[in-house]
């Protein structure tokens, strides 16, 4: 997340929930906000240190649905046919 700036998100979210969603995780500690008095404005968002814990567990949950995202479907697709 470091260099992630609102002045232009690289993106498709819109602004509004995106920057919603930052000001959350800086609110639970989880980012840290930089503005920058820059013309036009800039802000950067880095993880703290709980947020790049955070990080972790949320990478072994990615990797976790990868692994079985198969089963998971096969699963659904039984059980939606039954």
Known sequence: MAGLTTARPRTTAPRRPLTQNLR??????????TVHPVVPPRVEYA???PGRALRVTIDGLCDWTHRYLGHIEASRNR???A
């Open 47 to 49: 993880l703290t240190e």
């Open 79 to 81: 059980f939606d046919g």
């Open 24 to 33: 959350m995780l800086e609110r639970h500690g989880l980012v840290e906000r």
